[in-house]
């Protein structure tokens, strides 16, 4: 039990620190002047007055919140670090169109990722209360905690104005998404049509790795193929499709999904065994709901530390973040970023020093086609393209060698904290945030 009454676990405790945080009047040595060695306000509010650990609790177990929960665990001081995840396995989900396709599983044990003493609770946080510092899960219990670090990341959006759409298209953003879509596909003729909704990266990474396999595909762009990309990099991309058989359907758009067909905007009836949605990406609404300001799309309103608009006690990373000015695209590579710099903010108000702004940058965007070629995009550090590319088997091996390195990233992180790096993208600007919707 700890001073609190609560029932504790087993966490490594930092025995050094501990000794130095704790007074020891025995030993002559005045407490306070031990203290004041640290620095660290909090230290002093957390161990001398409550007498316990700094609870933080981390919410999704995604790229930016695992790396985030490793992080932590270089607080000098007495931290409990919970990770509240709804599955009991990481989710590679840059790996989502390997898993649907068959060729790959996505999910990596959270033993092997976490490091010491992180605990893992499986299970959904359904309302932050910010008042009372605490978290409602679904399976009823709450979590009581100091610092709250929310990474709930972002899903598909299928949208509700085409019909048809969330009863027959399958999305692919998410773990039980892509094994709904795998298991359809296990049980679908070779020969039968395959549509994919939408020509961003997402989009381009399914058709191929289904055209690969011989499937009959059609990619519908509405409007252009991997508008993000350079001309060469569309080009590359285009060539790719042409070479597979991939019929690409550029200012196409879809506007009725049946169970058998899609139907265009011009009335055009395709059919199509299987509709796969990749045009648009949501986030969790848990922000909102809790009370907190979100941007239009849902993300959590933070400054420049990502630090809550609302409450300094709560920190965003990651796809479900939006901080001031142009939110960072959704990605992995942002968020593998995001995460140890949400946490070192964590890390700063618990020393009770000010927190970093925070930085990234961009290398450019990588694009599995297939399993033997892609598309590195290559390009500014705020994301705009350059006019170059790398392409063929080595884009493929680059891709996947980052692939495995986002995993070995996390873990390093997590044997070794300190180590995750991110890009200085040069000064941020600091325009007001986006959009505010305060949702209640
Ligand atoms: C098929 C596919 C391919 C992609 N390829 C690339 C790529 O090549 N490069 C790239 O940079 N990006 C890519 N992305 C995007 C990338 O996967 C995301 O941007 C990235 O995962 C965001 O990381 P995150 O930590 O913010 O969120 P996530 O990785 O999504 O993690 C969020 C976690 O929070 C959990 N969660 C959600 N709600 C709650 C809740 N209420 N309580 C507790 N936990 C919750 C989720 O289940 C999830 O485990 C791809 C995405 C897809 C779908």
Known sequence: MNPSGEQTENYPIRAEMRQVCVARPDDGSDARHVLSHLAALRCLEGMTQHNAPTKVVVLGGGYSGTVAANRLRLAPTDIDITLVNPRPHFVERIRLHQFAAGNYDAAVDYGTMLGEGVRLVVDTAERIDAAARTVHLASGATLNYDYL??????????????PGAGEYAYPIAEFEHAQRLRATLDELHPDAPVTVVGAGLTGIETASELAEQGRRVTLVCGGQLAPSLSEPGRRSIAKWMRRHGVTVM???VVTEVRPDAVVFADGAVRPSAVTVWTAGFGV????????LHTDALGRLLTDDTLTSIDDDRIVAAGD???????PPRMSCQAASQIGPQAAQTVLSRIAGTMPAEFDYGFVGSCVSLGRRAGTI???RKDDTPVNYYIGGRVAAWLK????KGTVWGIRREGRKPGTAFWYKGGKRASQPAAEVVTQS
């Open 149 to 162: 670090i929310y990474a709930v990341g972002s899903t598909g959006a299928v949208p509700a104005s085409v």
């Open 250 to 252: 550029e200012n196409d």
């Open 284 to 291: 969790p609404d848990l922000a909102a709901h809790s009370g």
């Open 320 to 326: 479900a973040a939006a901080p001031p000015g142009e």
């Open 377 to 379: 995009q290559l390009a």
């Open 400 to 403: 996947e060698a980052i692939c």
